[in-house]
């Protein structure tokens, strides 16, 4: 019988390899100043390489006074209207409001009420998987990583495809808009699958409901009793309009573009932008300020004491606390510094959540953290920008409170993103026409080449 393979063996040939590969792929940081090469692509005040044109948002963090650019409370548009705007809306008209979200980011404009009952209609009967999918796809080795399990899952969606590679604007509208339907029952069953195999929990396979929104279907298909209150639902539904677009230079989406740009297939792009998300400084950055705060708890016993508090985060800052990585997480963005317009929306509705759940201290304690930690980093730091709480400070607090698990809150940011990884999948192919294909700075001297039996 043949020895069974240990694959996150290392021996010691691959130890000599590893050494060889971290001498020969280190760059001297001052090379990046001596080229004039931006890190990141990104300048030091944050401001991105400008990279192409868009039509579908736009994140607002600056303004020009007296002919100078200058910080100023974030804004966030789609195609054109506020997000603020936009969350208003559906509140005030008390309703969900993330379909008629994608509906916007993939056609330009707000759908009318009879448009938005047929877009409804679309995609609640493209809410569904293939027969037996879940048996077939799902359900055979069931990894422990639901972003690798949701990807798995959309990469074979391309077998179930007649016309997988068609990339005409009609084919790739479909694919989107059966992939924005089926991403909730990939995510979750995944979920129960990974709880069922792993944790020994009983299997719930719940159908979704065609009439229900897009949050209503996560909870109703998540939790064993399909049970959820109204506040709940709507909570979630902001949570997915929040995080369905933030313009085409955010990880996941220029992704999207740059390999949509190849001419590659739908489920390819989209399992692209998959492995981007799945990043802890992208799409993995709440489940750190949950773990956090968790931590916070453990070490601090008065929550009120903003002394105790700051002794704390300081400790996070200087590398002495919790992950010792000297981040609170939560905290700074790559283009808000004033504020992210999506933690003030959100901050709103996780007050309200709070108080239902009797969990007001818990929010107070996130409050205070939000108001502390940037006098502490400004103190602490040399920084190029102002620090304030982003989308991630509160958004894993609310699944918390919602009761989702750690394990779906990356992919419920895919489940919400991948509205706006469609449009710009579908710009890229209708505007560009173009590969994308940035330049690198080679700092290698040329070499001789020597016979193989010279070599020492």
Known sequence: MAKKRNFSEITDD??????????????????????????????????????????ISEVRAKKMVDGVSVPCPGNLYYRGINIKDLVEGTRKDNRFGFEETVYLLLFGNLPNKAELDVFNKILGDYRSL??????????????????????????????????????????????????????????????????????????????????????????????????????????????????????????????????????TDTYSAIAAALGSLKGPKHGGANIKVTRMFEDLKKQVDDWTDEDKLTEYLTNVLNKNAFDRQGLIYGMGHAIYSVSDPRAEILRGFVEQLSAEKGLTDEYNLYARVERLAPEIIASQRKIYKGVSANVDFYSGFAYQMLGLPAELYTPIFA??????????????????????????KNITPDKTYVPLDERE
């Open 14 to 55: 691959i130890k000599s390899l590893i050494k060889l590969t971290e001498h020969n792929s280190r760059i001297d940081p001052e090379l990046y100043v001596k080229y004039d090469v931006k890190r990141g692509l990104r300048d030091l005040e944050g401001n991105g390489v400008l990279a192409g044109i868009t039509n």
């Open 130 to 263: 293939p027969v037996s999918f879940v048996r077939d796809v799902i359900m055979k080795a069931p990894s422990n990583d639901m972003m690798n399990t949701l990807s798995r899952s959309v990469l074979t969606l391309y077998s179930y495809d007649d016309t997988p590679d068609l990339i005409t604007h009609a084919n790739v509208l479909r694919q989107c808009l059966q992939l924005i339907s089926e991403f909730p029952l990939l995510s979750v069953y995944g979920y129960q699958v990974y709880t069922y195999y792993h944790t020994g929990k009983s299997l719930y396979i719940h159908q979704p409901e065609t009439e229900l929104s897009t949050a209503e279907n996560i909870l109703h298909m998540l939790r064993p009793d399909r049970k959820y209150t109204e506040l709940e639902a709507k909570v979630l539904d902001i949570a997915l309009i929040l995080h369905a677009e933030h313009g085409a230079g955010n990880n996941s989406t220029f992704t999207t573009r740059v390999v949509t740009s190849s001419g």
């Open 415 to 440: 489940i919400s993103r991948i509205a706006g990884w469609s449009a710009h999948r579908l710009e890229e192919l209708i505007s560009s026409g173009k590969i994308i294909r940035p330049a690198y």
